[in-house]
């Protein structure tokens, strides 16, 4: 029997390590699969808080946030309760109250919270950004902006704050300043292919000979950094054929963009042919 | 003329060499712990992050300014050193240079760090020599001349010896140099027991004086901004893109491949 034993401890180890290392590759890529984190976690929290040591109280920081995406109150409170006893006065716990107050959308005492972490620390980043995801949460677009627009004037190197404006501006359909903070995304992380298909599609969306000519340069510079981007294949011959299209290009310029709608409809076929390849597989 | 080479008794190795190097190593690393458990919190006030946040951002506009259009790289360049309301020409910071007299936190870092690393160099320095004198502890490998000798010879009374013998203290610093690297690979970067990183920052402490000279870096940037001009990689784009047929391998598979981002 103690061969018995020792063998079913064994499986339990591996699992649990399983287990803990999923949550750990999860929290590293920042995954948002709150219902897998949930149901791993709070398995893990459950049975076997014991045996995780100190990793227990980062994982008792991811189920939360993952809780509160599943509307798991208790599960949240549970894991608050935990972190609030072993971490007292600690900001990282009462911005994580925090949220939780804005899962239960009780705005006002979520907004007291995060002014008090401010007090303490006026450079806490996390208080800051959260309230301005209570603005957005509430709807009022054009005060989250202001926010955040000051809020950038101060902390210009906040990237995830940039791309938040740029789609704040977006939903105003203000393409204009949305581009403006896709290019300081584009310059502090110039091989992200994302950023520069992303701005190409603004720049299409603008409108008017110059900005198609930029989204076209923009999207062959994706296409460039990542030659499987087929949404820029797209892009690519989409703004090359309305160029070459336009009334007001000369027979150069429209001869070139002819050029490349061909050079993108070959691409794009081959990309096809390649998809039915593996289909047929 | 031949050296005469010297055949030390296996012992020296045995109860001299190892047991230094397992002391600095051992005090090496209680001087780590120690250095965690006194570390201070540097408060930074929102201004100093805004501003080093400011440099950066100008840093990369210099750097990657190529891959904006020109007019929004002109756009950022006048926003900066624009003569009458350019950030770099208008802002200016009170400078309060941080002397260890009128700093009482700085005075209080620097006994610190006097405290754990040069007070216990000298202690075990010192009891090192004491324990360990009178024999010949190694050789190094290269020629040195007799002026080293009074240095590196210290209880070893012989005029004829060579110079490139040396005594167990000069053992015992070498000691302290060459672990640094063991302390990376065990403690990792940034150790508190890294003892040629924290001469050279003592050094050059003196040299940098913190960033009380936010105003002399806002003035290089300012400088190094006017000379960089706009050269847009995305000039020829095309032509370099159609060069050749894209690549489609790997693109309808299940593994997403982690581009580089």
């Given at each position: 029997t103690?061969?018995q034993?020792?063998?079913r401890v064994n499986?339990l180890?591996?699992?649990?390590?399983?287990?803990?290392?999923?949550?750990r590759?999860?929290?590293?890529d920042n995954?948002?699969?709150?219902e897998q984190?949930?149901?791993?976690g709070e398995?893990?929290?459950?049975?076997h808080?014991?045996k995780?040591?100190?990793?227990?109280w980062?994982i008792?920081?991811?189920?939360?946030?993952?809780a509160?995406?599943?509307?798991?109150?208790?599960?949240?409170?549970?894991?608050l309760?935990?972190?609030?006893?072993?971490?007292?006065?600690s900001?990282r716990?009462?911005r994580l109250a925090?949220?939780?107050?804005?899962?239960?959308e009780k705005?006002?005492?979520a907004s007291?919270?995060?002014?008090s972490?401010l007090?303490?620390d006026p450079?806490n980043?996390?208080?800051?950004?959260?309230?301005?995801s209570?603005?957005?949460a509430?709807g009022?677009?054009?005060?989250a902006?202001?926010e955040?627009n000051?809020?950038?004037?101060?902390f210009?190197?906040d990237q995830?704050a940039?791309?938040?404006?740029?789609?704040?501006?977006?939903?105003?359909?203000?393409y204009?300043k949305?581009a403006?903070c896709?290019?300081?995304?584009?310059m502090?992380?110039?091989?992200n292919?994302?950023y520069?298909?992303?701005?190409?599609?603004v720049k299409y969306?603008?409108?008017?000979?110059?900005?198609?000519e930029l989204s076209r340069?923009?999207?062959?510079q994706a296409?460039?950094l990542?030659?499987?981007?087929?949404r820029?294949?797209f892009?690519?011959?989409m703004?090359?054929?309305?160029?070459?299209?336009?009334p007001k290009?000369n027979a150069?310029?429209k001869k070139?963009n002819?050029?490349?709608a061909?050079?993108a409809?070959n691409?794009?076929n081959r990309?096809?042919?390649?998809?039915y390849?593996r289909?047929?597989? | 003329?031949a050296?005469?080479?010297l055949?030390?008794?296996?012992?020296?190795?045995?109860?001299v060499?190892?047991?230094?190097?397992?002391?600095?190593?051992l005090?090496?690393?209680?001087r780590?712990?120690?250095?965690i458990?006194?570390?201070?919190?540097?408060?930074l006030t929102l201004?100093?992050v805004?501003?080093s946040?400011?440099?950066?951002?100008?840093?990369?506009l210099?750097e990657n300014g190529k891959?904006i259009?020109?007019?929004?790289?002109?756009?950022?360049k006048?926003?900066?050193?624009n003569q009458?309301?350019?950030?770099?020409?208008?802002?200016?910071?009170?400078?309060?240079?941080?002397?260890?007299m009128?700093d009482?936190s700085?005075l209080?870092?620097?006994?610190k760090?006097?405290?754990?690393?040069?007070l216990?160099?000298?202690?075990?320095?010192?009891w090192i020599n004491?324990?360990?004198?009178?024999f010949?502890?190694?050789?190094v490998?290269?020629p040195l001349?007799l002026?080293?000798?009074p240095m590196?010879?210290?209880g070893?009374e012989?005029?004829?010896?060579?110079?490139?013998?040396?005594?167990?203290?000069?053992?015992?610093?070498?000691n302290?140099f060459?672990?640094?690297?063991?302390?990376s690979?065990?403690l990792?970067?940034?150790n508190?027991?890294?003892?040629?990183?924290i001469?050279?920052?003592?050094?050059s402490g003196?040299?940098?004086a913190?960033p009380?000279d936010t105003?002399?870096a806002f003035k290089?940037?300012?400088?190094?901004?006017?000379?960089?001009d706009?050269?847009?990689?995305?000039?020829?784009i095309e032509e370099?893109l159609?060069s050749r047929?894209?690549?489609l391998?790997?693109?309808f598979?299940?593994?997403?491949p982690t581009g580089i981002?």
């Amino acid at each position: 029997t103690s061969v018995q034993t020792d063998w079913r401890v064994n499986v339990l180890i591996i699992v649990l390590t399983e287990m803990r290392d999923k949550l750990r590759k999860w929290r590293e890529d920042n995954h948002r699969n709150s219902e897998q984190i949930v149901d791993v976690g709070e398995e893990l929290i459950n049975e076997h808080a014991s045996k995780l040591g100190d990793d227990i109280w980062i994982i008792y920081e991811q189920v939360m946030i993952a809780a509160l995406d599943c509307s798991r109150d208790d599960l949240a409170w549970t894991c608050l309760q935990e972190l609030k006893r072993q971490f007292p006065g600690s900001q990282r716990v009462k911005r994580l109250a925090g949220m939780r107050l804005e899962a239960l959308e009780k705005y006002e005492d979520a907004s007291k919270q995060y002014d008090s972490i401010l007090q303490d620390d006026p450079t806490n980043t996390a208080a800051r950004k959260r309230k301005i995801s209570i603005l957005k949460a509430q709807g009022k677009s054009a005060e989250a902006i202001r926010e955040l627009n000051e809020y950038l004037e101060q902390f210009v190197g906040d990237q995830e704050a940039w791309h938040e404006l740029s789609e704040l501006y977006i939903n105003e359909h203000d393409y204009g300043k949305a581009a403006f903070c896709l290019e300081e995304l584009m310059m502090t992380n110039p091989h992200n292919h994302l950023y520069c298909e992303q701005y190409a599609e603004v720049k299409y969306t603008q409108g008017g000979l110059e900005n198609l000519e930029l989204s076209r340069k923009y999207f062959a510079q994706a296409l460039k950094l990542n030659n499987r981007n087929m949404r820029a294949l797209f892009g690519l011959y989409m703004s090359a054929s309305h160029i070459a299209a336009s009334p007001k290009v000369n027979a150069t310029v429209k001869k070139a963009n002819v050029k490349y709608a061909t050079w993108a409809t070959n691409q794009i076929n081959r990309a096809y042919q390649v998809s039915y390849a593996r289909c047929l597989l | 003329m031949a050296e005469p080479e010297l055949l030390l008794d296996s012992n020296i190795r045995l109860w001299v060499v190892l047991p230094i190097v397992f002391i600095t190593f051992l005090v090496g690393v209680i001087r780590h712990y120690v250095s965690i458990l006194l570390q201070s919190d540097k408060k930074l006030t929102l201004e100093q992050v805004s501003d080093s946040q400011v440099l950066i951002r100008s840093r990369i506009l210099r750097e990657n300014g190529k891959y904006i259009p020109k007019q929004s790289f002109l756009m950022r360049k006048f926003y900066f050193n624009n003569q009458e309301d350019g950030f770099f020409k208008n802002t200016k910071r009170k400078v309060v240079p941080p002397s260890p007299m009128t700093d009482p936190s700085m005075l209080t870092d620097m006994m610190k760090g006097n405290v754990t690393n040069v007070l216990p160099m000298i202690l075990i320095g010192g009891w090192i020599n004491w324990t360990f004198s009178g024999f010949v502890t190694t050789k190094v490998p290269f020629p040195l001349t007799l002026r080293f000798k009074p240095m590196l010879q210290q209880g070893i009374e012989l005029l004829s010896l060579d110079a490139s013998w040396v005594s167990s203290a000069s053992w015992y610093f070498l000691n302290v140099f060459g672990l640094r690297s063991m302390y990376s690979l065990i403690l990792g970067q940034d150790n508190g027991a890294d003892q040629s990183r924290i001469m050279q920052e003592q050094m050059s402490g003196a040299a940098m004086a913190m960033p009380a000279d936010t105003n002399k870096a806002f003035k290089a940037e300012w400088e190094a901004l006017e000379l960089t001009d706009h050269q847009w990689a995305l000039e020829n784009i095309e032509e370099e893109l159609m060069s050749r047929e894209l690549d489609l391998d790997g693109m309808f598979s299940k593994e997403l491949p982690t581009g580089i981002f």
